[in-house]
Structure formats: C-alpha cells, structure tokens
C-alpha cells in the first residue's frame, strides 16, 4: 500500500528566505505526482504536476523535482513572500488505482514579514 | 472555462440524519472524485466516477454513496450521519491537459454534525 510522508509538519521562515518541503513516498510506481497549495478552509490549488518520466517541474519562483528511485520530491520555494503561507500536499498517483490520489499530510507553511 | 462548483458551501445536520453533496465538475471533464479532509485522516479518497459508472472506491462504510449523471454532475450521500463524519468534502474535476492527467478541485463542502 502507498504512503506519503511529508517533512515537516510544519515551517516558519522569514519573509524572502529560500525553502524546501518534502515528499517522500514508499512505493516507486508511480504516474505522477502533484504538488497542491491549500489555504485555510479552501480547496486545493494545483502548483505543479511531475510525470514519472521528469525529473523536474518549474512555475515562477516554484520548482518541483521527483526520484522515483529513492520515493522522493522536493517543492523548492524561492524568496518567500507572505502570501506563500498555507498548508503544500503533495499526492501521487499510482497504477492499478483509476484515477485516485494518495496524499501526504501536508507542510503548513508560514512566512514572516 | 468555470472552475468546480460544489453546494452547500456549508452544511450543519445532527447525528442520524443523512446528506447530499453536489458537484459540477469544469465542462467538458466527464471523470469526478470525492474526497474527505479531517485533521486526524488528512485527505482519503472516497469514490470517483467516469461517464456515470464508478471506478474506485475507498475505504469507507457503506453509509458512503455516490452517483452521476449524464451531465457529469456528481452528488454523494451519507446516511445516518456520525460525528465522526464532520469533514471537508472535496470533489475533483479530472482533465487531461496537454494528455495528461491532471486534478482541478472545488473549494469543498464543510459538513458539520451535531
């Protein structure tokens, strides 16, 4: 059965730090895996969407890498801002599941002005 | 091309009664699944249906329902409502950009139960 852990459960950084989240998930069969940003009560917003076959994804001051092999992804945010603050899951997508997701617990994020 | 829509944004109902969620994915999407977000669980996959047929389903009681319609619109039931079944209820629209397969989902629907 897959699981997705993600480190830490939560981050406190200053405003205009560079940061990285982590994913890492224990079975290497993987589709895909999806980066999502959640502000409190919301839904989730889709940041970036990494295909077993890359190695990485950008999307402005976001880059999402993957390694298959070792189960791991990284969300790297570059000068935070405070409206970066929320909760970043990341799911995967594996085969024989139809379509169905399997999330981490998330990263709450905070960026201090 | 409108996001997801789900109704009731909110919804407060006592133990025993049951509820229904609906969903209308982003046009022209024909695949939808439902998700429950709780503090303690996160995020667990509940069903998703494609072209009114379900094609997954997850670990949850039979008290767990869900349909669509030819339209694509999803609704999903609980019955007999626990306490334990207050949660965000997501529903996602799945699309296939650039071919591949990719999750938009809707703002949720917060179910309370007294």
């Known amino acids: 059965k897959q699981e997705v852990t993600q480190i830490p459960a939560a981050l406190s950084v200053p405003e205009g730090e560079n940061l990285v989240l982590n994913c890492s998930f224990t079975?290497?069969?993987?589709?895909?895996l999806q980066w999502f940003r959640q502000d409190p009560g919301k839904g989730l917003t889709s940041l970036l969407l990494?295909?077993?076959?890359?190695r990485e994804q950008t999307s402005g001051r976001l880059n999402a890498s993957l390694d298959k092999s070792s189960g791991r992804s990284t969300l790297y945010i570059a000068a935070s801002q405070p409206g970066d603050s929320a909760t970043y899951l990341c799911a995967v997508r594996v085969p024989g599941s139809a379509r169905q997701l399997t999330f981490g617990s998330g990263t709450q994020l905070t960026v201090l002005p | 091309k409108a996001g997801v829509t789900q109704t009731p944004r909110y919804l407060i109902k006592t133990r025993g009664q049951q509820v229904t969620l609906s969903c209308s994915p982003i046009s022209g999407h024909r695949s939808v699944s439902w998700y429950q977000q709780t503090p303690g669980q996160g995020l667990q996959f509940l069903f998703e249906y494609f072209s009114e047929t379900q094609r997954n389903k997850g670990n949850f009681p039979g008290r767990f329902s869900g349909r669509q319609f030819s339209n694509s619109r999803s609704e999903m039931n609980v019955s007999t409502l626990e306490l334990g079944d207050s949660a965000l209820y997501l529903c996602a629209s799945i699309g296939y950009p650039g071919g591949k397969v990719k999750q938009f989902f809707g703002p949720g629907t917060r179910l309370t139960v007294l």
């Open positions: 079975d290497s069969a993987i589709y895909n």
């Open positions: 990494i295909q077993s076959s890359q």
